[in-house]
């Protein structure tokens, strides 16, 4: 079958690989009909993790079951699924709290794992034609049969929820006001989760046209950090109020003047976020980044305004999304008309078409926001 393999920094090909096999019984063979491209392979795909060579990329992915495993029950070949990106057992002590981004059966001596994914276990990821699911009947979510909503559900598997769970680590409430930094598929995922949720008023912090334009689409506040300080001008609009929470769809590799900054908008929410407010971090913050901008980013350490967070009383909430616990009722307010995530969604392509697409995204231009890869099409 092909597949989207890494081959080194700023290198994806298109590859002939093995097709995946039936490896304990409970496993599923699912035939690939959509997986997307994510702001977290390019942290790989520039060379900023430990990623070797040969990884199959891909852990946002969906299609129809072709096989099952002798233990498998619940699902059946012809099923049209979903899987979380987050691989979980379904039976250790997190995965029964609902804490499958932390699942400790699915990697050994580390918490959590995920297809196609550096350090995230020997499951390869299913930007390829298809896709070898463990423990199918607990990760796979089952979908209405045919194409309808292929889009919206498609961003079941990572980014939805993942902007809806930014939402609830920051403890927003209903009523409240929000700052979101990052308007890439996250954050403007974050942002359409606020705005679902009852938020009064919401910004969108990003300097990409395209993606300000979407913000603004969907009904919230952008603000170019190019054209000044984000916070001053959110503070300016708001005549000094602050806001209620803040959620990071940045991560480490933040910028600031055109240069990489990683604690920019850690700093950031602190100083904008109303004392007892919140603070929701799903952008990506590594425990050793190789190409860290000095000595201690390389660590994984980074500085903090520690004094200012303790005396503003600020909680925060961080951590890859535990997707199970969102993406059922997320699916069923799709199915009910009364969510429409594929806004964001900019491209569409057949898997020949991702190395090019790997590039444009990286680069943030030509409108290049989130794009979906239809392997079999
Ligand atoms: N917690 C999870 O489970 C989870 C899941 C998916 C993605 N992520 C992480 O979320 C982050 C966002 O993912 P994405 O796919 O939207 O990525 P992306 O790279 O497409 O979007 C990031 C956006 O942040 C903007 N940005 C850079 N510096 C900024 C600053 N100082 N202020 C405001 N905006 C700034 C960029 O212009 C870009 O549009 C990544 O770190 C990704 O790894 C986490
Ligand atoms: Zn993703
Ligand atoms: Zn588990």
């Known amino acids: 079958m092909k ?54 990329f891909g852990h946002e992915n969906m299609g129809v079951v072709v096989e099952t495993g002798s233990a498998v029950s619940r699902l059946k070949v012809g ?106 598929p996250v954050g403007l995922m974050a942002a359409y989760s606020a705005v679902l949720r009852g938020a009064s008023e919401v910004y969108v912090v990003d300097r990409v046209p395209e993606r300000l334009e979407k913000a603004r689409q969907i009904g919230t506040i952008p603000i170019n950090f190019d054209q000044a300080d984000a916070v001053d001008q959110i503070l300016d609009q708001r005549h000094g109020a602050y806001v209620d929470r803040a959620v990071d769809a940045v991560g480490y590799q933040a910028t600031q003047a055109g240069r990489e900054v990683p604690n920019t908008v850690l700093v950031s929410m602190v100083r904008v976020v109303r004392a007892t407010g919140g603070l929701g971090v799903p952008g990506l913050y590594v425990p050793s980044d190789p190409g860290g901008v000095d000595p201690l980013a390389r660590e994984g350490y980074l500085s903090f305004p520690v004094g200012k967070f303790f005396e503003k009383g600020l909680k925060m909430g961080t951590g890859q999304c535990n997707v199970k616990q969102y993406n059922r009722y997320l699916r069923d307010l799709i199915i009910a008309g009364r969510a429409t995530p594929s806004f964001v969604v900019s491209h569409e392509i057949s898997l020949e078409d991702a190395p090019l697409a790997y590039e444009k995204f990286d680069k943030r231009i030509e409108g290049y926001t989130k794009v979906l890869i239809h392997p079999n099409d």
């Open 3 to 56: 597949a989207v393999v890494y081959q080194g920094p700023f290198q994806v090909a298109v590859q002939e690989v093995p097709e995946p096999t039936i490896q304990h019984p409970a496993d599923v063979i699912v035939k690939i009909t959509t997986s997307c491209i994510c702001g977290s392979d390019l942290h790989m795909y520039e060379g900023r993790t430990a990623a070797e060579p040969g990884i199959i």
């Open 79 to 184: 099923d049209r699924v979903v899987m979380p990106f987050n691989i979980g057992c379904g039976h250790c002590q997190n995965c029964e709290s609902g804490y499958t981004a932390f699942c400790t059966e699915v990697n050994p001596g580390f918490a959590g794992g995920a297809y196609g994914y550096v350090a995230m276990g020997p499951y390869p990821g299913g930007q390829a034609q298809y896709l070898r699911v463990p423990w199918a009947d607990f990760n796979a979510l089952s979908l209405p049969p045919g194409r309808e909503h292929e889009s919206d559900f498609a961003l079941l598997a990572d980014i939805f929820p993942t902007g809806w769970h930014g939402v609830s680590l920051s403890g927003f409430q209903p009523g409240e006001s929000l700052v979101v930094f990052g308007g890439g």
